[in-house]
Protein backbone atom coordinates (compact mmCIF):
# COMPACT_ATOMS: atom_id res chain seq x y z
CA UNK A 1 0.00 0.00 0.00
CA UNK A 2 1.08 3.27 -0.70
CA UNK A 3 0.35 6.97 0.66
CA UNK A 4 -2.74 8.76 -0.73
CA UNK A 5 -4.77 10.71 1.40
CA UNK A 6 -9.22 11.52 1.71
CA UNK A 7 -9.04 14.97 1.08
CA UNK A 8 -13.45 14.52 0.63
CA UNK A 9 -15.15 12.25 -1.32
CA UNK A 10 -14.07 11.26 -4.59
CA UNK A 11 -11.09 13.37 -3.86
CA UNK A 12 -7.30 12.48 -3.09
CA UNK A 13 -3.98 13.35 -2.41
CA UNK A 14 -1.79 11.45 -4.42
CA UNK A 15 1.55 14.27 -4.11
CA UNK A 16 4.84 13.01 -2.07
CA UNK A 17 7.12 14.93 0.46
CA UNK A 18 10.72 15.53 0.01
CA UNK A 19 12.51 16.21 3.42
CA UNK A 20 15.74 15.47 2.04
CA UNK A 21 16.01 18.56 -0.34
CA UNK A 22 17.99 21.33 1.38
CA UNK A 23 17.34 24.28 -0.80
CA UNK A 24 14.24 24.80 -2.93
CA UNK A 25 14.89 26.21 -6.50
CA UNK A 26 18.91 26.15 -5.65
CA UNK A 27 18.36 29.45 -2.89
CA UNK A 28 15.76 28.98 -0.50
CA UNK A 29 16.79 26.62 2.80
CA UNK A 30 13.72 24.29 3.57
CA UNK A 31 15.14 22.37 6.97
CA UNK A 32 12.07 20.81 7.06
CA UNK A 33 11.35 19.68 3.88
CA UNK A 34 8.60 20.12 1.02
CA UNK A 35 5.33 18.77 0.18
CA UNK A 36 4.38 18.23 -3.40
CA UNK A 37 0.56 17.96 -4.18
CA UNK A 38 -1.04 16.49 -6.68
CA UNK A 39 -4.90 15.59 -5.90
CA UNK A 40 -7.03 13.20 -8.00
CA UNK A 41 -10.79 13.89 -8.75
CA UNK A 42 -12.99 10.31 -9.25
CA UNK A 43 -15.77 11.55 -10.92
CA UNK A 44 -17.83 10.16 -13.56
CA UNK A 45 -14.38 11.42 -15.77
CA UNK A 46 -11.11 11.57 -13.53
CA UNK A 47 -9.11 14.47 -13.37
CA UNK A 48 -5.33 15.11 -12.15
CA UNK A 49 -4.44 18.52 -11.00
CA UNK A 50 -0.96 18.80 -11.48
CA UNK A 51 2.34 16.17 -11.19
CA UNK A 52 5.37 16.52 -9.04
CA UNK A 53 8.53 17.39 -9.00
CA UNK A 54 11.47 14.74 -10.20
CA UNK A 55 12.59 13.70 -6.74
CA UNK A 56 9.69 12.31 -5.96
CA UNK A 57 8.10 11.16 -9.47
CA UNK A 58 8.07 7.31 -8.45
CA UNK A 59 6.22 7.62 -5.20
CA UNK A 60 3.85 9.68 -7.12
CA UNK A 61 3.48 7.23 -10.21
CA UNK A 62 2.60 4.65 -6.90
CA UNK A 63 0.09 6.78 -5.50
CA UNK A 64 -1.69 7.53 -8.69
CA UNK A 65 -1.97 4.37 -9.40
CA UNK A 66 -3.07 3.07 -6.24
CA UNK A 67 -6.07 6.39 -6.42
CA UNK A 68 -7.22 5.17 -9.92
CA UNK A 69 -7.20 1.94 -8.99
CA UNK A 70 -9.00 -0.07 -12.27
CA UNK A 71 -10.08 3.30 -13.63
CA UNK A 72 -8.71 5.09 -16.70
CA UNK A 73 -7.17 9.16 -16.05
CA UNK A 74 -9.73 11.08 -17.95
CA UNK A 75 -7.45 14.39 -17.40
CA UNK A 76 -4.66 15.99 -16.33
CA UNK A 77 -5.09 19.81 -15.37
CA UNK A 78 -1.86 21.51 -15.77
CA UNK A 79 -1.94 24.87 -13.50
CA UNK A 80 1.39 25.45 -13.03
CA UNK A 81 4.61 24.37 -15.90
CA UNK A 82 7.04 24.78 -13.10
CA UNK A 83 9.26 21.31 -13.11
CA UNK A 84 8.54 20.83 -9.30
CA UNK A 85 4.80 20.37 -10.35
CA UNK A 86 4.85 18.98 -13.89
CA UNK A 87 8.09 17.05 -14.04
CA UNK A 88 6.07 14.12 -13.76
CA UNK A 89 3.83 15.16 -17.06
CA UNK A 90 5.90 12.80 -19.95
CA UNK A 91 5.60 9.61 -17.16
CA UNK A 92 2.01 10.47 -16.62
CA UNK A 93 1.11 10.70 -20.66
CA UNK A 94 2.87 7.18 -21.43
CA UNK A 95 1.45 5.34 -18.68
CA UNK A 96 -1.90 6.36 -19.77
CA UNK A 97 -1.97 7.25 -23.26
CA UNK A 98 -5.50 7.96 -23.50
CA UNK A 99 -5.40 10.91 -21.24
CA UNK A 100 -6.23 14.72 -22.24
CA UNK A 101 -4.20 17.61 -21.19
CA UNK A 102 -6.22 20.51 -19.86
CA UNK A 103 -4.11 23.41 -19.93
CA UNK A 104 -3.93 27.33 -20.85
CA UNK A 105 -2.56 28.85 -24.25
CA UNK A 106 0.60 29.74 -22.86
CA UNK A 107 0.78 26.62 -20.93
CA UNK A 108 0.73 25.08 -24.02
CA UNK A 109 3.56 27.98 -25.53
CA UNK A 110 5.67 26.72 -23.15
CA UNK A 111 5.39 22.76 -22.70
CA UNK A 112 7.55 21.81 -25.20
CA UNK A 113 10.32 23.74 -23.63
CA UNK A 114 10.33 20.68 -20.85
CA UNK A 115 9.06 17.83 -22.56
CA UNK A 116 9.22 15.80 -25.14
CA UNK A 117 5.38 16.11 -26.25
CA UNK A 118 3.91 17.01 -30.00
CA UNK A 119 0.74 17.93 -31.00
CA UNK A 120 -0.15 14.87 -31.54
CA UNK A 121 -0.91 14.71 -27.21
CA UNK A 122 -4.82 15.23 -26.70
CA UNK A 123 -5.11 18.78 -25.31
CA UNK A 124 -7.65 21.12 -24.76
CA UNK A 125 -6.63 24.85 -24.66
CA UNK A 126 -8.87 26.83 -22.12
CA UNK A 127 -9.19 30.30 -21.11
CA UNK A 128 -10.92 32.37 -18.23
CA UNK A 129 -14.72 31.02 -17.40
CA UNK A 130 -14.01 27.94 -19.33
CA UNK A 131 -15.74 25.17 -17.91
CA UNK A 132 -15.05 21.41 -18.14
CA UNK A 133 -17.53 18.50 -16.86
CA UNK A 134 -16.73 15.34 -14.83
CA UNK A 135 -20.24 14.56 -14.94
CA UNK A 136 -21.37 15.29 -11.24
CA UNK A 137 -18.53 17.87 -10.84
CA UNK A 138 -17.54 20.51 -12.81
CA UNK A 139 -14.48 22.47 -13.40
CA UNK A 140 -14.38 26.73 -13.80
CA UNK A 141 -10.55 27.73 -14.87
CA UNK A 142 -9.59 31.19 -13.98
CA UNK A 143 -6.01 32.52 -15.02
CA UNK A 144 -3.83 33.88 -12.66
CA UNK A 145 -0.61 35.04 -14.42
CA UNK A 146 2.54 36.35 -12.81
CA UNK A 147 1.28 34.19 -9.33
CA UNK A 148 4.17 33.63 -10.06
CA UNK A 149 4.64 32.48 -13.35
CA UNK A 150 2.97 33.76 -16.54
CA UNK A 151 0.81 30.79 -17.30
CA UNK A 152 -0.75 30.28 -14.17
CA UNK A 153 -4.22 29.44 -13.55
CA UNK A 154 -6.11 28.19 -10.97
CA UNK A 155 -9.36 25.53 -10.89
CA UNK A 156 -12.62 25.95 -9.39
CA UNK A 157 -14.89 22.96 -8.62
CA UNK A 158 -18.57 24.74 -7.90
CA UNK A 159 -20.22 20.77 -6.39
CA UNK A 160 -17.57 20.47 -3.35
CA UNK A 161 -16.72 24.33 -3.58
CA UNK A 162 -13.30 23.23 -3.80
CA UNK A 163 -10.31 26.01 -5.40
CA UNK A 164 -7.32 24.46 -6.40
CA UNK A 165 -5.11 27.22 -6.41
CA UNK A 166 -2.09 26.31 -7.60
CA UNK A 167 0.96 28.31 -5.91
CA UNK A 168 -1.39 30.23 -4.35
CA UNK A 169 -1.88 29.78 -0.41
CA UNK A 170 1.17 27.47 0.01
CA UNK A 171 3.93 26.74 2.47
CA UNK A 172 7.31 25.66 2.69
CA UNK A 173 7.61 21.95 5.21
CA UNK A 174 6.54 18.46 4.40
CA UNK A 175 3.23 17.06 5.41
CA UNK A 176 4.06 14.76 8.36
CA UNK A 177 0.98 12.96 8.33
CA UNK A 178 -1.04 15.96 8.22
CA UNK A 179 -3.00 16.74 5.32
CA UNK A 180 -5.50 19.82 6.74
CA UNK A 181 -4.09 22.93 8.14
CA UNK A 182 -6.61 22.57 10.97
CA UNK A 183 -4.94 19.46 12.31
CA UNK A 184 -2.17 21.13 13.25
CA UNK A 185 -1.22 23.81 15.32
CA UNK A 186 -1.12 26.19 12.04
CA UNK A 187 -0.18 29.36 13.76
CA UNK A 188 2.24 28.31 16.06
CA UNK A 189 4.22 26.03 13.49
CA UNK A 190 3.65 27.04 9.74
CA UNK A 191 2.27 30.32 9.56
CA UNK A 192 6.33 31.67 9.92
CA UNK A 193 7.09 29.17 6.61
CA UNK A 194 3.64 29.95 5.04
CA UNK A 195 5.60 33.60 5.22
CA UNK A 196 8.61 32.72 3.87
CA UNK A 197 7.22 30.93 0.96
CA UNK A 198 5.17 33.84 0.26
CA UNK A 199 7.08 36.78 0.39
CA UNK A 200 10.07 34.95 -1.13
CA UNK A 201 8.42 33.00 -3.91
CA UNK A 202 5.15 35.22 -4.75
CA UNK A 203 5.66 38.15 -3.12
CA UNK A 204 7.13 40.32 -6.12
CA UNK A 205 3.71 40.26 -7.65
CA UNK A 206 1.47 41.53 -5.31
CA UNK A 207 -0.79 43.70 -7.84
CA UNK A 208 -1.45 39.86 -9.73
CA UNK A 209 -2.62 38.21 -6.52
CA UNK A 210 -4.65 40.93 -5.39
CA UNK A 211 -6.35 40.37 -9.19
CA UNK A 212 -6.69 36.64 -8.14
CA UNK A 213 -7.92 37.00 -4.64
CA UNK A 214 -10.54 39.88 -5.93
CA UNK A 215 -11.94 36.72 -8.53
CA UNK A 216 -11.35 34.23 -5.61
CA UNK A 217 -13.68 36.89 -3.41
CA UNK A 218 -16.39 36.22 -6.23
CA UNK A 219 -16.59 32.39 -5.08
CA UNK A 220 -18.32 30.24 -2.81
CA UNK A 221 -15.09 28.46 -1.49
CA UNK A 222 -15.08 25.82 0.66
CA UNK A 223 -11.76 24.57 0.77
CA UNK A 224 -8.36 25.49 -0.53
CA UNK A 225 -6.43 22.96 -2.35
CA UNK A 226 -2.70 24.38 -2.81
CA UNK A 227 0.16 22.64 -4.61
CA UNK A 228 2.42 23.36 -1.51
CA UNK A 229 1.76 22.72 2.21
CA UNK A 230 -1.86 22.00 3.86
CA UNK A 231 -5.20 21.77 2.77
CA UNK A 232 -7.56 24.74 4.01
CA UNK A 233 -10.97 23.30 4.99
CA UNK A 234 -11.81 25.47 7.74
CA UNK A 235 -11.14 29.24 8.89
CA UNK A 236 -9.98 30.34 5.73
CA UNK A 237 -9.80 33.98 6.86
CA UNK A 238 -6.59 32.67 8.73
CA UNK A 239 -4.71 31.79 5.25
CA UNK A 240 -6.64 34.47 3.09
CA UNK A 241 -6.31 37.70 5.41
CA UNK A 242 -2.43 37.67 5.22
CA UNK A 243 -2.50 37.20 1.80
CA UNK A 244 -4.38 40.24 1.29
CA UNK A 245 -1.80 41.99 3.89
CA UNK A 246 1.18 40.44 2.16
CA UNK A 247 0.19 41.28 -1.45
CA UNK A 248 -0.68 45.19 -0.43
CA UNK A 249 2.27 45.26 1.31
CA UNK A 250 0.92 46.12 4.47
CA UNK A 251 2.63 45.38 7.55
CA UNK A 252 1.26 42.54 9.88
CA UNK A 253 3.04 44.23 12.84
CA UNK A 254 4.21 47.54 13.86
CA UNK A 255 7.88 47.02 14.38
CA UNK A 256 10.84 47.20 13.78
CA UNK A 257 13.33 45.23 12.16
CA UNK A 258 16.98 45.56 12.42
CA UNK A 259 19.07 43.97 9.73
CA UNK A 260 22.92 44.67 10.30
CA UNK A 261 26.38 43.51 8.60
CA UNK A 262 29.01 43.51 10.92
CA UNK A 263 32.96 42.77 10.80
CA UNK A 264 34.44 43.43 13.84
CA UNK A 265 31.20 44.27 16.11
CA UNK A 266 31.09 47.85 16.16
CA UNK A 267 28.45 48.04 13.28
CA UNK A 268 26.53 45.12 15.35
CA UNK A 269 27.29 47.25 18.74
CA UNK A 270 25.94 50.10 17.11
CA UNK A 271 22.43 48.14 16.05
CA UNK A 272 21.96 46.69 19.27
CA UNK A 273 21.95 50.25 21.05
CA UNK A 274 19.35 51.12 18.86
CA UNK A 275 17.43 48.01 19.86
CA UNK A 276 17.58 48.40 23.53
CA UNK A 277 16.64 52.38 22.98
CA UNK A 278 13.50 50.78 20.98
CA UNK A 279 12.31 48.64 23.52
CA UNK A 280 13.01 51.20 25.79
CA UNK A 281 10.46 53.26 23.97
CA UNK A 282 8.06 50.64 24.31
CA UNK A 283 8.61 49.30 20.32
CA UNK A 284 9.14 45.92 19.31
CA UNK A 285 12.11 44.66 17.76
CA UNK A 286 13.77 42.41 16.11
CA UNK A 287 17.68 41.73 14.92
CA UNK A 288 19.52 39.58 11.96
CA UNK A 289 22.84 39.24 10.97
CA UNK A 290 23.04 38.76 7.34
CA UNK A 291 26.34 36.97 7.30
CA UNK A 292 24.72 34.42 8.85
CA UNK A 293 21.04 34.71 8.70
CA UNK A 294 19.46 33.32 5.04
CA UNK A 295 18.31 35.90 3.33
CA UNK A 296 14.84 34.41 2.66
CA UNK A 297 13.81 34.66 6.39
CA UNK A 298 15.00 38.45 6.72
CA UNK A 299 12.78 39.19 3.79
CA UNK A 300 9.84 37.68 5.31
CA UNK A 301 10.42 39.66 7.92
CA UNK A 302 10.67 43.00 6.19
CA UNK A 303 7.23 41.34 4.65
CA UNK A 304 5.84 41.36 8.60
CA UNK A 305 7.05 45.06 10.41
CA UNK A 306 6.17 48.25 9.76
CA UNK A 307 10.09 49.77 10.11
CA UNK A 308 13.09 48.64 8.75
CA UNK A 309 16.57 49.34 9.40
CA UNK A 310 20.02 48.61 7.82
CA UNK A 311 23.16 48.73 9.42
CA UNK A 312 26.10 48.14 7.18
CA UNK A 313 29.80 48.74 7.59
CA UNK A 314 31.42 50.11 4.06
CA UNK A 315 33.35 47.14 2.61
CA UNK A 316 35.54 48.18 -0.60
CA UNK A 317 34.22 51.42 -0.81
CA UNK A 318 30.35 49.94 -0.83
CA UNK A 319 28.26 48.18 0.93
CA UNK A 320 29.15 45.34 2.46
CA UNK A 321 28.69 41.68 0.12
CA UNK A 322 25.80 40.10 2.23
CA UNK A 323 24.07 43.40 3.28
CA UNK A 324 24.40 44.56 -0.56
CA UNK A 325 22.95 41.26 -1.69
CA UNK A 326 19.86 41.59 1.02
CA UNK A 327 18.89 44.88 -0.38
CA UNK A 328 19.07 43.49 -3.85
CA UNK A 329 16.86 40.95 -3.21
CA UNK A 330 14.32 43.02 -1.13
CA UNK A 331 13.92 45.13 -3.50
CA UNK A 332 13.98 42.56 -6.58
CA UNK A 333 10.60 41.45 -4.10
CA UNK A 334 9.53 44.92 -4.96
CA UNK A 335 9.08 45.69 -1.40
CA UNK A 336 7.31 48.88 -0.56
CA UNK A 337 4.90 51.07 2.25
CA UNK A 338 7.75 50.77 4.72
CA UNK A 339 9.12 52.93 7.37
CA UNK A 340 13.37 52.91 6.62
CA UNK A 341 16.51 54.28 8.99
CA UNK A 342 20.23 53.64 8.08
CA UNK A 343 23.44 53.01 9.93
CA UNK A 344 26.96 53.19 8.26
CA UNK A 345 30.05 52.47 9.51
CA UNK A 346 33.28 53.53 7.68
CA UNK A 347 36.82 53.75 9.09
CA UNK A 348 38.02 56.05 6.19
CA UNK A 349 35.26 57.34 4.00
CA UNK A 350 31.78 55.72 4.98
CA UNK A 351 29.68 55.41 1.71
CA UNK A 352 27.47 52.25 2.60
CA UNK A 353 24.57 54.72 3.93
CA UNK A 354 24.16 56.56 0.84
CA UNK A 355 24.29 53.65 -1.23
CA UNK A 356 22.00 51.89 0.68
CA UNK A 357 19.57 54.72 0.30
CA UNK A 358 20.00 55.02 -2.94
CA UNK A 359 18.96 51.62 -3.91
CA UNK A 360 15.94 51.60 -1.50
CA UNK A 361 15.12 54.68 -2.39
CA UNK A 362 13.36 52.70 -5.86
CA UNK A 363 10.96 51.29 -3.66
CA UNK A 364 7.21 52.64 -3.81
CA UNK A 365 6.21 54.45 -0.68
CA UNK A 366 9.18 53.93 1.06
CA UNK A 367 10.19 57.14 4.26
CA UNK A 368 13.68 58.10 5.90
CA UNK A 369 13.50 58.84 8.48
CA UNK A 370 17.21 59.27 9.71
CA UNK A 371 20.68 57.97 9.60
CA UNK A 372 24.10 57.73 11.49
CA UNK A 373 27.16 57.75 10.49
CA UNK A 374 29.90 56.16 12.57
CA UNK A 375 34.03 55.94 12.12
CA UNK A 376 35.06 52.54 13.31
CA UNK A 377 33.47 52.64 16.62
CA UNK A 378 30.29 53.94 18.68
CA UNK A 379 31.75 57.01 20.52
CA UNK A 380 30.11 59.50 22.90
CA UNK A 381 28.55 61.69 20.17
CA UNK A 382 27.55 58.87 18.00
CA UNK A 383 25.39 57.26 21.17
CA UNK A 384 23.93 60.20 20.90
CA UNK A 385 23.14 60.60 17.47
CA UNK A 386 21.81 57.14 18.05
CA UNK A 387 19.20 58.02 21.28
CA UNK A 388 18.49 60.59 18.38
CA UNK A 389 17.27 57.62 15.66
CA UNK A 390 15.06 55.52 18.22
CA UNK A 391 13.28 58.92 18.65
CA UNK A 392 12.62 59.64 15.33
CA UNK A 393 12.05 56.29 14.00
CA UNK A 394 9.03 56.31 17.21
CA UNK A 395 8.12 59.26 16.25
CA UNK A 396 7.19 57.95 13.05
CA UNK A 397 4.93 55.54 14.58
Known amino acids: ?29 VERGVSYNSYLLLGEKTALFDTVDKAVQGRFMENLSQGLGERKLDYLILQHIEPDHSYAVEAVVNNYPDITLVLSS ?34 HFIMAPMVHWPEVMVTYEEKTKTLFSAD ?153 VTMEALIYDLVAHNIQNRTIALIENGSWVATSGKLMRDKLAVCKDIKFVGEVSIKSSVKAEKLEELNTLAKEIVNSF
Not at 118 to 136: A, F, M, P, Q, R
Open 1 to 29: MHCIKNISENLLWVGANDRRLAMFEGIYS
Open 106 to 139: KSWNMISQFFNLDNSVKHIIVKEGDTLSLGSYKL
Open 168 to 320: AFGSFGALNGAIFADEVNFERDYFDEARRYYTNIVGKYGAQVQSLLNKASALDINMICPLHGFVWRKNLHEIIKPYTLWSKYEPEEQGVMIAYASVYGNTENAAEILASRLWEHGIKTVMFDVSVTPASEIIAAAFKWSHLVFASTTYNAGIF
